[in-house]
Every structure is written in structure tokens, then in C-alpha cells.
């Protein structure tokens, strides 16, 4: 049973949703509202204040859906569940017979009445007459059941003060008796009629009689549906341009294409003026954006344009890309791009990613230049020409550079027909989320659309973002993340199967075996770094703070320099530097994208840039380490490392806190290269510094990189090492230590196997001894490794 205090607050809470109800006629937050029938579930059993209570709040839901979306699926189920739980519910009572009057449309269009012949032989006329009064008899039924039904409606409106719905319902109760009385004069017809029919004399009186009463019923069921006609909104085909107006976001995209609707409707008048155009406008279309903007929806819609306007007979969409174009030898791809125009004769040829058609860095052995050539040939062709539609589409950058290195192709594409289309604001991923769900009889609460946007923002990482596409695609997750969880399905209420919450759009994360933190205080030695790490995290945290509380931010400054000799753990430390951000919000992805000069140098003008934005396009959302950084800049003429180096700042402007950078290189050689350029210098604030390792320290570094491999040292061999160790200067640091583990791993496997005893070679598996080394750093001196 559901205690006493709960509900209390139930009550209360119902109280002021009513309150809020009556004033604005809907109630503002749906989750309010699934909040309390979700405290319903949990803390009551299917006693009969806790149903009087849910049927309250489904009334509302119901109420809320009405106003604010109309009676869809979703009201008519919320509208039921309250009735279900409370029949005597009045405010769910007054929606049901705000509605119901619908319902009513086709109460007598299954009814309908065989013809009569006087000619019929006296067999099929009794047969006929049977069929009338068994129908009269049956219409009449339908008839008193509707009567009373309607006259309690009718009573019902009239006391809620809802004088239009009352006068229909007692329309529609007069319209019945007025159809019931007619039945009963038919039925009376008919019966006369058959008795006729078997008596001794026949006459044609009650053949009439039945004939007049049955054409009053056909005009009183036409009357019937002109009722209802008047109110109910005719289904005709959507048009064209109802559908793009329909369309989430993309204002200025509408705009130009109405323009250019209104100019086709234009030049259409002219030719019916008999007018003669003769240059045609072209019909041929660029469209231009991110993943998710639109574009096939946009190109479909272009077609339905064309067809209504009578420019293409045909409103269909032939879409390929290059892999149905582009043959693998000779005369295939000319053959391939024929017969796709032929295909899309009287409608349009969609390509996607057009841009992949030509490439930079193909062999003579691509086709994809010859599919260009063939496509405009076709395109110009009198046989062809106007007779189709061709429209591109693809990412913006790539297509305009595709378009500036064919003349041939550009001519064919008017800059007036050509449509970048922009990424979706976050307002307008969520209207779309909450179309998608409504399209799937969903309702997102208000803290599922809070969730929501984060999943949104964690998404964004780069120009990959797949705008409605991504936001239809988390949508569609949480409805199967919702359905998935539900073990029982038969114990769980409405609210299961109509809403998509909070928990329904949380990411399931990959955990890590250890965090970051965890793996940078493993490390040995680095005691400053440690600090200076756990001091970024803190401040990137409470910044995060902060903004939640509209306090002011003071700007978050995560680019680095990392100066140290090789070994020194700087990579290292880069990789759990990415994972700390990403831990505490800042970055995306989290990724580390280690680089160096020849991932971003190329050997000719243009190409460096063009590598240099690909290689950060990988890193976004994460952390770009650039080792040995100073070799960008080499000093030679016609070098391309500064190239480089502008690009670098011109993209970390750009895309601000969703790259980190880091540097990192020796200590001298890093400082040589922000000198020479102050625009990188401005954009990094933290130096770190990675000290050489000492003795003790790299001695620890061995012992660990050893037992990792479940080896261990002798006590003599400690020894040694420990004392060379403090007498030799090793270069290398870290990596001296586990290169010198690798290599003695290999002196010890040929010592081991070369014993003769096999039982001494189970004690030595795993022991390494102080000749192993020795042996390992005397190869190492005479340059053997």
C-alpha cells in the first residue's frame, strides 16, 4: 500500500500540475508529471487510491499532449490509461468526448442494401426482403447503442461548459434518431414487402414504399459524412514545398528555394503564355554540407519540385557514388555512367561525395576522371540534355575544389544553384530528437533532453559529426536500451512504453583497467611532473565548476611543452595527460595522436598545409603529440616546416578547446623554435620540464620493466647494476633500461638452453643473473646489439 505521507505529496503535486493546468491549459514539464507515476509503481501495490491517483496524472499527460502536439497516439493511450484507472475521471471523460464525436464518421458505412428488381422471380425477391430486415434490424442496434452513447456525451459537455461540443454531439444525436426513425419505416417496408411477396396477390404499393424509404436512408447516411467531411482535414498529397518548410533549421537553404520555386512557376507561366525561353535555367544542382545537414533529403525534394512544376516528368531519384560509376578498365566506366543517365532520364542523378571521383594521387590506371568527362558529354548531349537533372553533393572544401579543377563541370553548375548547407544548431538537433521520437509514439523528458545534449556535445569532435543523422541514431538507442532492460515486460506500466528518460540515454562507457591517475602515480620518479598534472586537473575542474554556477571562467590554457631528453617518459606522460582531460570532461575523445615532421611535411607547395589539417583532423577531440618538434623548422631554403607551423596556429585557433597540443623535444632545441615563431609561442603557457632519470630511479625502472615479464634479478646481479649504474652515464633514460631488459632476456634464454642437465633449467627460468648483464653491456660497448 502506498504510505501516507507519499501520498500527501502525490496529492499536493497533483494539486498545483491542476492549478498550472488550468491556468496555461497544459502543464509545462512532462517529467513532473512521470516523476510522481513513476513514485506510484515503486512505492504501491494496484490498490484503488493509488490507481484514483495515476488516472489524475495520466489525464494530465493526456491534456498536456493535446495542446501542445494534438490527439495523436500518445493522448489517445494517455486518455485510455486514465479511464482505465478511473472511469469516473472527469477531466480524462471530457477529453475522450472532446474526441469521440470522431469516431462516429463511418458508423453506418458498413450497411448497405441490395438492389431489387421488380423482375425477380418470386424466389429472389424473399430473398432479398430476409436480407433487408436482418440489415434494418442490425442498423437499428448500432443506432440505439450510438443514441445513448451520444446523449451522454452531449450531457457531459454541456455541464463542462463546452457549449460548441454539445451542440455537435446533439447534431449528431439528431442526425441518429433521425436515421433510426427511417430504418424503422424501411424495416416496416420490407416486412410488408415479404408478405406480399408470399401472399396470393402481388402488388408494386410496398415495392415503392421500400424503394422511397431506402433512397431517404442514402441521403441521410451522404448527410451523415458531410458532417464530418467539414471538419476533417482532406488527405492530399503533401507538396513539395509544405515538406521543405516542414524541414528543421536550414532558413536561408528555404528561402532560396522558394525563390527559385516561385522563378520555375514563373517561367512555366511563360511558356503557357507562349513565351519562348531560349536559354533554359539549369536544373543541374550543388549541394554542399556535413553529414546529417539534408542533402538527399534536399535532392528528393528538388525532384518532387521539378515534377510538380511539369520541368521533369518523373519526381524520381536515381543516387549513386563512385564505386557505381568508375569501371575497372577500359570503356566500362563510360559504359557504367550511359546507363545511370538513361536510368535517371525524366528525373535526377544523385551523387554523393561526388568529389571522390577525381583523385589528386591516382595512378593512370583510375577511371574516375573519364566518369567526369562522360557525365558532362552526356550532359550536353542533344539527346540527353534537359531531359534529366544531375546534382552533387558532398563535404563543402572537397566539393568547391573539385568543382575549381574542371571548368567543364563547373560551367554545368551555376553558382545560383549551388547550396552549402549548414550544421544544425543544438536547438534544432533536439526539435529533430524530439520529432524522431514523437515519428516512434515517444515522449523525451526534460532530464532525458539535458542527458541528451551531452551526448550531442561529446559527439561533436569534428566535421564527421553526423547532425541529425547522429542525433536520429542516439534517439533510436535509447528506445532499444529501453526496450532492452525491460526483463518482465508484462509488469510494466504505460509510461515504460510511451517515454524516453534520463538512464535510457546515458553512455555506456568502456572502463579502463586503471584510471589515469592511478597510472601516472605508478610511475617512477617524475615527482614535479606528478604535481604539475594533478595541478592541471584541479583547475581544469574547478573552471567546470564554475561555469555550472555562471561564475566567470578564467580560460583554460592546455597546450604544452614537454622538454626532456629521450626516455624521460615524455610520451608517456602525453597519453595520461589526454585520459586525465577526458576524465574530467574537457576533451572528447581522449585520444593521443603521436606525429613527427614527416607526418606533416610533403615535398611540393600546397600539400603541406593539406597533410598538416589532416593529421590534426585525426587528433581532434584528444591530444596531438608532435615529438622532436623543433624539426619543423630546419632552417633550409625552400624548406616547408614553417608551412607547417602556421597551419598548426591558424587550427588550434580554430578549434580551440577541442585539440591540445604538445610539444616536445630537447630542452635547448624546443626553446630555438617558439623563438622563431611568436604565434606558437603565444599559445603555449605550460613548460614542463622531464629531468634525466638517477641511478636509483633507473635502477627501479628495470627491476619493474623485469618483473613485468615475471623475470627476476639475482642479488649479485643488483649489485652490479647498482654499482654500474653509479659509475657509467648511460643515455637513454627509460628506454636505455628496457632495451637493456630486452637484450639480456636474449643472453639469458641462449645461457639457459645451452645447460646440459634439463632439471637446472626449471630454478633458472626466471632469474637473471649478474653475468647476463655483464655479458649484455659488453656486446653493448663493442657496438653488438
Not at 533549421?249 to 528555404?254: A, D, F, I, N, R
Not at 539527346?383 to 567543364?408: C, D
Not at 544548431?425 to 533536439?430: N, P, T, V, W
Amino acid at each position: 500500500m502506498i504510505t501516507e505521507n507519499d501520498k500527501k505529496h502525490i496529492e499536493k503535486q497533483i494539486v498545483l500540475l491542476t492549478q498550472e493546468a488550468d491556468e496555461k491549459g497544459y502543464v509545462q514539464n512532462y517529467s513532473r508529471i512521470f516523476g510522481l507515476l513513476e513514485m506510484l509503481e515503486s512505492t504501491a501495490s494496484a490498490s484503488e487510491e493509488s490507481n484514483l491517483l495515476k488516472s489524475e496524472l495520466f489525464s494530465l499527460l493526456a491534456l498536456t499532449r493535446k495542446t501542445l502536439v494534438g490527439e495523436d497516439k500518445l493522448f489517445k493511450a494517455w486518455t485510455s490509461a486514465a479511464i482505465e484507472y478511473n472511469r469516473k475521471n472527469p477531466l480524462a471523460n471530457r477529453l475522450l468526448a472532446e474526441t469521440k464525436w470522431k469516431q462516429y464518421s463511418d458508423l453506418f458505412d458498413g450497411y448497405s442494401f441490395p438492389h431489387i428488381r421488380e423482375t425477380d422471380n418470386r424466389t429472389s425477391k424473399k430473398k432479398m426482403a430476409d436480407e433487408y430486415i436482418d440489415t434494418c434490424r442490425k442498423i437499428l442496434d448500432t443506432a440505439v447503442e450510438a443514441a445513448e452513447d451520444l446523449r451522454e456525451a452531449e450531457s457531459l459537455m454541456e455541464k463542462e461548459s463546452q457549449p460548441q461540443l454539445s451542440k455537435r454531439y446533439k447534431d449528431l444525436l439528431s442526425a441518429v434518431t433521425e436515421i433510426e426513425a427511417e430504418v424503422t419505416g424501411l424495416l416496416h417496408a420490407a416486412l410488408d414487402y415479404e408478405a406480399s411477396i408470399t401472399g396470393v396477390f402481388h402488388t408494386a404499393v410496398h415495392f415503392n414504399d421500400v424503394k422511397n424509404h431506402l433512397e431517404k436512408f442514402d441521403e441521410l447516411k451522404s448527410k451523415w459524412r458531410n458532417f464530418f467531411r467539414e471538419d476533417a482535414a482532406e488527405v492530399t498529397t503533401e507538396s513539395s514545398m509544405k515538406e521543405l518548410n516542414d524541414l528543421v533549421g536550414l532558413t536561408e537553404v528555404k528561402k532560396r528555394i522558394n525563390d527559385f520555386y516561385i522563378y520555375l512557376q514563373y517561367q512555366k507561366k511563360r511558356n503557357e503564355l507562349g513565351f519562348i525561353s531560349k536559354d533554359e535555367m539549369s536544373l543541374n544542382m550543388v549541394l554542399t554540407g556535413n553529414p546529417g545537414t539534408g542533402k538527399t533529403t534536399l535532392a528528393r525534394l528538388f525532384a518532387k519540385i521539378f515534377n510538380e512544376l511539369g520541368v521533369l516528368p518523373r519526381e524520381e531519384v536515381i543516387e549513386v557514388d563512385r564505386s557505381q560509376l568508375v569501371g575497372a578498365y577500359v570503356g566500362q566506366t563510360e559504359e557504367n555512367v550511359r546507363m545511370v543517365v538513361e536510368k535517371a532520364l525524366g528525373g535526377v542523378l544523385f551523387i554523393d561525395e561526388a568529389y571522390a571521383l577525381r583523385r589528386s594521387d591516382s595512378s593512370g590506371s583510375d577511371f574516375g576522371q573519364t566518369a567526369i568527362d562522360t557525365l558532362v558529354s552526356l550532359m550536353t548531349n542533344s539527346e540527353y540534355a534537359g531531359k534529366f537533372s544531375v546534382i552533387l553533393a558532398g563535404y563543402p572544401e572537397e566539393m568547391r575544389e573539385f568543382l575549381n579543377t574542371n571548368p567543364g563541370l563547373r560551367s554545368r553548375f551555376p553558382f545560383s544553384n549551388q547550396f552549402d548547407l549548414p550544421d544544425y544548431s543544438e536547438s534544432e538537433l533536439l526539435q529533430i530528437a524530439h520529432q524522431t521520437a514523437a515519428d516512434n509514439d515517444y515522449v523525451i523528458t526534460a532530464e532525458a533532453e539535458t542527458e541528451l545534449e551531452k551526448r550531442i556535445e561529446r559527439e561533436k569532435v569534428d566535421e564527421t559529426f553526423g547532425n541529425a543523422r547522429t542525433v536520429r541514431t542516439l534517439v533510436m538507442e535509447a528506445i532499444f536500451k529501453k526496450g532492452s532492460s525491460l526483463e518482465h515486460i508484462e509488469g510494466h506500466n504505460l509510461l515504460q512504453f510511451t517515454s524516453l528518460s534520463k538512464t535510457d540515454f546515458a553512455a555506456n562507457y568502456i572502463g579502463h583497467s586503471t584510471s589515469p591517475k592511478n597510472g601516472l602515480d605508478q610511475l617512477i620518479g617524475l615527482a614535479a611532473i606528478k604535481d604539475e598534472m594533478k595541478a592541471i586537473e584541479s583547475f581544469v575542474k574547478l573552471q567546470q565548476i564554475r561555469r555550472e554556477r555562471n561564475l566567470p571562467v578564467v580560460p583554460v590554457q592546455l597546450h604544452a611543452v614537454f622538454s626532456g631528453n629521450p626516455g624521460t617518459g615524455k610520451t608517456t606522460v602525453a597519453k595520461l595527460y589526454s585520459e586525465i582531460l577526458r576524465d574530467c570532461g574537457m576533451l572528447k575523445r581522449g585520444h593521443l595522436i603521436t606525429a613527427s615532421r614527416a607526418d606533416f611535411v610533403a615535398g611540393y607547395v600546397g600539400q603541406t598545409a593539406i597533410k598538416t589539417k589532416k593529421k590534426i583532423r585525426e587528433a581532434l577531440g584528444g591530444v596531438l603529440f608532435i615529438d622532436e618538434a623543433y624539426s619543423l623548422l630546419s632552417g633550409s631554403e625552400g624548406d616547408f616546416g614553417k608551412e607547417v607551423i602556421d597551419t598548426l596556429v591558424d587550427e588550434m585557433t580554430k578549434h580551440n578547446e577541442n585539440l591540445v597540443v604538445v610539444l616536445a623535444g630537447y630542452p635547448d632545441e624546443m626553446n630555438q623554435l617558439l623563438t622563431m615563431n611568436p604565434g606558437l609561442k603565444s599559445r603555449f603557457k605550460k613548460f614542463i620540464h622531464f629531468p634525466d632519470y638517477s641511478s636509483s630511479e633507473l635502477m627501479e625502472i628495470i627491476t619493474a620493466y623485469a618483473e613485468s615479464f615475471q623475470y627476476e634479478l639475482s642479488t649479485d646481479a643488483r649489485e652490479y647494476l647498482t654499482s654500474f649504474l653509479h659509475t657509467h652515464k648511460v643515455q637513454g633514460n627509460a628506454r636505455f633500461a628496457t632495451n637493456l631488459i630486452d637484450e639480456v632476456i636474449q643472453i639469458h634464454a641462449y645461457r639457459v638452453m645451452s645447460l646440459e642437465d634439463p632439471d637446472s633449467i626449471n630454478p633458472e627460468l626466471g632469474k637473471l643473473h649478474k653475468e647476463d648483464f655483464i655479458k649484455t653491456l659488453e656486446r653493448r660497448e663493442r657496438g653488438e646489439r
